[in-house]
């Protein structure tokens, strides 16, 4: 078995692709493209995309973050802090179906609320995306109006939101 470097690009069957960030005697740390973090034992199966065998050790996944970190600020608007209002923090969102026969579902609402700021902040990353674009300019406003009205139909969760300058704000109305 080769021993894969950091930087080295893997498929997991569980997680999908990612990059390793760092690696110890048991475990790979892969930073996956949809799940995050994740600590993978050197054994298991995955595909190899791309090995950087020689790299081992030599960077350490402070630095790795820190340069992630630089990357997303400068090139997306990720980075900004979301906070969940006060009165919600450790709540629970209980989603009860019409047919008393069924059974409710919870959700931790800081994971829903997490959710919800994905949401907004791959919405602004779209609008980024179109407004620097090759598109023409009638094509540009076509697609930022149903940005617009996708924001405006999530205004219903601004009540989860700490900073009012955080919320989903739709097309106002002209007065």
């Known amino acids: 078995m080769t021993l894969l470097g950091i930087g080295s690009r893997i498929n997991h069957l569980e997680y999908g692709k990612g990059v390793v960030t760092n690696v110890t005697s048991k475990h790979y740390w892969v930073t996956f ?3 995050g973090l994740e600590t993978i034992d050197i054994d298991s199966e995955f595909d190899v995309i791309e090995a950087a065998e020689d790299d ?11 340069s ?5 600020k400068k090139w997306s608007d990720v980075s900004e ?5 006060d009165k919600w923090k450790g709540g629970t969102l209980v989603m009860t179906p019409g047919d008393p026969n069924l059974k409710s579902n919870e959700v931790a609402i800081d994971t829903f609320f997490h959710k919800i700021t994905m949401v907004r902040d791959r919405l602004r990353v779209m609008e980024q995306k179109i407004n620097s674009s090759n598109l023409e300019e009638q ?3 076509d697609l930022q109006q149903y940005i617009t009205r996708s924001y405006g139909s999530l205004t219903s ?10 919320q989903f704000v739709g097309q106002r109305s002209k007065a």
């Open 81 to 85: 802090v979301v906070t969940i209002a």
């Open 139 to 141: 094509e540009k406003i």
């Open 68 to 72: 992630l970190k630089q990357i997303l």
């Open 157 to 166: 969760f601004n009540v989860l939101f700490k900073l009012k300058s955080q």
């Open 33 to 35: 493209i949809d799940k």
């Open 56 to 66: 081992v050790d030599t960077i350490s996944f402070y630095e790795v973050e820190r």
